[in-house]
């Protein structure tokens, strides 16, 4: 079975800081990982993604996150917040083709950056 | 690729009241997945489609929610006898079988409203 919990329902941080949202995962195969965005009233929009290559992702808008399997972790860093990062983060998880793909996701980061 | 539409965006309904929600993929797009989202949680999937066959649906789907795919193409998430707990965002996915099948597009999603 697979599961995420995203350590931190919300963080703070001053525009130009750096950004770190946690996120670790548990999976009994290899799995896929994904971080997503909403913003108020909205649907979710894909920031990146991990698929078994590169264990350092890059995605949309200056994010990236790099995938350690010693530690079951997908961490979720920007090295300088802007006033538009400020929305809610969600790590997911898939196990792929056995589990139809779908996606678990955990419970959110609400991030807000200070002027 | 206009993406993936939903309608409507909000429905306040009262409580015992049938509700339907509709959801048109990304074309080409044989693989869809409604979600919902509840206030301070992550998404949670409700129901999976391949082409129009449902393939998965959670135990959060209870008798009195129903899906249907005709044709392959767009979906429709019905609700009988509405509750109170059922008030959320429902989300839609597409994704397309292949080697992107893992990548889900989602929908603005329809807020859902009990009163």
């Known amino acids: 079975a697979q599961s995420v919990t995203q350590l931190g329902s919300h963080v703070s941080v001053s525009e130009g800081a750096l950004v770190l949202l946690r996120c670790n995962y548990s999976?009994?195969?290899?799995?896929?990982l994904f971080w997503y965005v909403q913003y108020p009233n909205q649907g979710l929009q894909l920031l990146l993604k991990?698929?078994?290559?590169?264990?350092l992702v890059k995605g949309i808008n200056g994010f990236e996150a790099e995938f350690k399997k010693s530690e079951t972790s997908f961490h979720l860093t920007k090295p300088s917040a802007h006033m538009s990062d400020a929305a809610e983060y969600f790590c997911?998880?898939?196990?792929?083709?056995?589990?139809?793909?779908?996606?678990?996701f955990g419970k959110g980061t609400l991030l807000t950056v200070n002027p | 690729d206009t993406g993936v539409s939903q309608d409507p965006r909000h429905k306040i309904t009262k409580r015992g009241q049938n509700v339907t929600f509709r959801c048109d993929p990304i074309?080409?797009?044989?693989?869809l997945y409604w979600y919902r989202q509840t206030l301070g949680q992550g998404p949670e999937f409700l129901t999976y489609f391949q082409n129009e066959a449902q393939l998965e649906k959670s135990r959060l789907l209870s008798d009195r929610f129903s899906a249907e795919r005709p044709k392959g193409s767009f979906s429709t998430l019905e609700i009988q006898r509405t509750e109170q707990g059922d008030s959320a965002m429902y989300l839609c996915a597409s994704s397309h079988t292949g080697t992107s099948s893992y990548e889900q597009y989602f929908g603005p999603g329809t807020r859902l409203t009990v009163t």
């Open positions: 074309s080409e797009h044989n693989r």
């Open positions: 999976s009994s195969v290899p799995p896929y």
């Open positions: 991990y698929t078994s290559a590169a264990t």
């Open positions: 997911a998880v898939s196990e792929g083709g056995g589990s139809n793909y779908k996606l678990t």
